[in-house]
């Protein structure tokens, strides 16, 4: 990473040690230049790639980096027997997990006391978004549904671990191929073989068509931190551990709002922060919308 | 429909798994055989690995061997827990885990804590502990996937990762194993062939000392079998190493020309 601040060498030294004596003067005076340490805008998210299928052993996977902060998203999709309750619908788990390569703060043995915030919250917004309709991960009613496990691993933390994680939930879900199953004689459900696709199997696939899960609709967060009366989009875990408060918005693929999410800090976000803080997570939905979709495209050509 | 729907859950799960264990592959005891991916019994798996994987970590390496997908962070030298011991040479503390999903069914690993010490015995014998006395070096590994032989390269990358942390070592430490499986001896196994072993053997060594730091064996061997398997372990670890070496030369080479 380029770092932008004492443009001869002399002066480096002087530089670093200042932004770790007096790291808020430091940023300080990079917000009056309308710049930051990083070189980006004040509103300028970091720059984004995803990697659909990153890992086999899932059904579906996707490995998304926001700047440095990586996250490693994969579903895994097991049969169960759908509750009383709702006969005909699936259900979903998400976890979010910290483990201990991604961040010097996290020891093994001790979980960090971030992850469980970011499970809750990750959990909530695609289970109420509506990305998913319960009822398409139904088999065969009140006898079969798929239980589709989402675990979401960390693997470099430098803030805005949300937007990453979220994105990187949305990719995994994007990338899901459902594997064909089939009713057994004894009412069990097996798994047809892969290669046998092309020759007759005894059994009716169950699922045939149902390979891809249909996604409603697509979630999409910016996190963005506030100082003053400053906006900074997708703040790394330096500026994060600095500025007075965050505000993080999601919005799903049309723009609408589905979850406006402020944790405390010490000063109030008025109405005309929070509603800039909307337009540009609009923005940034364009952007990632495109990448996604490249990610996917390219996944479909190879 | 109460009667088969009273059935526990887990009869309803469509794993291949249970099935493929009972029936022991008669295939490996045949003179001749193809290995499931294609390869030569004595060849490895192609390696991939980088270094700073991770930017918060003092360093770090990635590796892909196959299937098996590792991750290497490297904290410290960084201060020891308070409950410690005053220690004239720094210490060395290792942990290995796995995601939910790196095996075929869901959360089926158990054998971190063994996994861990052995990492930890492998790397200690290459680090000089006396450059940092009273502090504590962090090795965690993070296993993305498990496709097979995930030990030795959880040992190889995390020596890598120890250098790009820039850490005193005598030398890389580099790993392989050898599956003994019928009448043959498998390289750098994956899962499958693992799990129809009749033996193993990993070592671990550093090449350019010609010293071992950890040697183990499982299963009935004859002498000139151990024999055999020694050379194409030392012979793996020697051309990894190499491998290695090239990957911290050119993480070492384009940092100056960087944007």
Same mark, same amino acid.
């Given at each position: 990473m380029a770092v932008t601040g004492g443009s001869d060498l002399s002066s480096e030294m002087e530089v670093d040690a200042f932004r770790r004596l007096f790291p808020l003067r430091f940023h300080e005076r990079h917000l009056l230049e309308s +710049?930051?340490? =990083?070189?980006? /805008?004040?509103?300028k998210a970091r720059d984004t790639t995803i990697a659909l299928g990153a890992v086999t052993s899932a059904n579906g996977s996707a490995l998304t980096k926001i700047g440095c902060t990586t996250m490693l998203a994969a579903v895994k999709l097991e049969v169960m027997t759908p509750t009383q309750e709702s006969p005909d619908e699936g259900c979903i788990a998400v976890d979010f997990h910290m483990p201990p390569i991604c961040s010097p703060a996290v020891r093994p043995g001790r979980p960090s006391e971030v992850a469980p915030v970011v499970a809750k919250q990750l959990s909530d917004v695609i289970l109420s978004s509506?990305? +998913?309709?319960?009822? =398409?991960? /139904?088999?065969? /009613?009140g006898k079969a549904a798929w239980m589709a496990y989402l675990d979401i691993y960390c693997l470099d933390a430098d803030g805005s671990l949300f937007d990453a994680a979220l994105l990187s939930a949305v990719a995994a879900f994007s990338h899901l191929q459902i594997p064909v199953v089939s009713l057994s004689d004894e009412g069990r459900i097996v798994l047809v073989p892969e290669g046998n696709g092309g020759g007759k199997f005894e059994k009716e696939p169950v699922n045939k068509e149902k390979r891809k899960l249909k996604l409603c609709t697509l979630p999409f967060s910016l996190t963005c931190a506030l100082h003053k009366n400053y906006i900074l989009a997708d703040p790394t875990s330096e500026e994060e551990s600095i500025m007075e408060t965050q505000l993080t918005v999601v919005l799903d693929s049309s723009g609408l709002l589905v979850s406006l999410n402020k944790p405390g800090g010490s000063v109030f976000a008025h109405t005309s922060v929070i509603q800039d803080c909307v337009a540009l997570a609009r923005q940034r939905l364009k952007e990632v919308k495109l990448i996604l979709n490249e990610a996917i495209s390219d996944m479909d050509v190879d | 429909m109460a009667a088969k729907g009273g059935a526990a859950p887990a009869t309803y799960s469509p794993s291949l798994t249970t099935s493929k264990e009972k029936r022991r592959a008669p295939l490996f005891s045949e003179a001749d055989w193809v290995r499931p991916d294609g390869r030569g019994f004595h060849q490895c798996r192609l390696a991939f690995m980088r270094t700073a994987a991770v930017n918060s970590a003092s360093g770090s390496a990635y590796a892909e061997f196959g299937n098996t997908k590792v991750m290497v962070s490297v904290f410290g030298p960084r201060e020891s827990k308070k409950a410690m011991m005053y220690s004239d040479v720094g210490r060395l503390n290792c942990n290995v885990s796995y995601t939910t999903f790196a095996t075929a069914s869901r959360g089926q690993v158990s054998d971190n804590k063994d996994f861990s010490a052995m990492l930890h015995k492998a790397l200690e014998g290459s680090?000089?502990?006396?450059?940092?006395?009273k502090t504590t070096v962090d090795v965690f590994a993070l296993v993305m996937e498990s496709g097979g032989s995930d030990l030795p390269v959880i040992i190889s990358c995390a020596s890598l990762a120890l250098a790009d942390a820039g850490i005193m070592l005598y030398d890389l430490v580099a790993s392989a194993s050898v599956s003994y499986l019928g009448k043959n001896l498998v390289m750098d196994p994956i899962t499958e062939e693992e799990s129809y072993q009749d033996g193993s053997m990993m070592i671990t060594c550093m090449p350019s000392r010609n010293e071992v730091t950890q040697l183990t064996l499982t299963g009935d061997w004859s002498t000139p079998k151990i024999h055999e398997a020694m050379e194409l372990c030392l012979d793996a670890c020697s051309k990894l190493a190499k491998i290695m070496r090239s990957c911290l030369k050119e993480a070492a080479s384009p940092s100056q020309v960087e944007e």
């Open positions: +710049i930051r340490p =990083d070189g980006r /805008s004040l509103g509506g990305m +998913i309709n319960l009822k =398409d991960l /139904s088999l065969v /009613s | 680090i000089i502990l006396e450059s940092f006395p």
